[in-house]
């Protein structure tokens, strides 16, 4: 499966927004890694590749994304393999946007 960090980002905070409409919903509580002691010893490669599968598994592709929103996500993915662009960290991400 090819990456596309961009969809990832963008529906981050629908797939948190989703969670919580969720737990609302059900009354259920959130689910914790303390409920589930077995997976905390696993090695962190384990735990990683465990964190992906599920990660992917609630990331629904079928989202519509216009022919201009394509258009934009494949020029920017082709600048930063290129290396025209400078990635910048989450920390700085976040610090930019809390001042917009």
Do not use: C, F, H
Not at 11 to 21: C, F, M, N, P, Q
Not at 51 to 58: H, I, Q, V
Not at 84 to 94: A, F, H, Q
Request: aromatic fraction near 4%; hydrophobic fraction near 40%; proline fraction near 7%.
């Amino acid at each position: 499966m090819k990456s596309q960090p961009l969809s990832v980002i963008w529906k981050l905070e629908e797939v948190l927004a989703g969670i919580d409409r969720l737990a609302a919903a059900t009354n259920a509580p959130l689910m914790s890694l303390s409920r589930y002691p077995k997976l905390a010893k696993l090695p962190r490669r384990e735990r990683l590749q465990l964190a992906n599968e599920l990660w992917l598994s609630g990331v629904d592709d079928r989202l519509p994304v216009s022919a201009a929103q394509k258009k934009l996500i494949d020029e920017r993915w082709r600048e930063y393999q290129q290396g025209s662009v400078k990635p910048i960290s989450l920390p700085e991400l976040k610090r930019r946007l809390a001042r917009k």
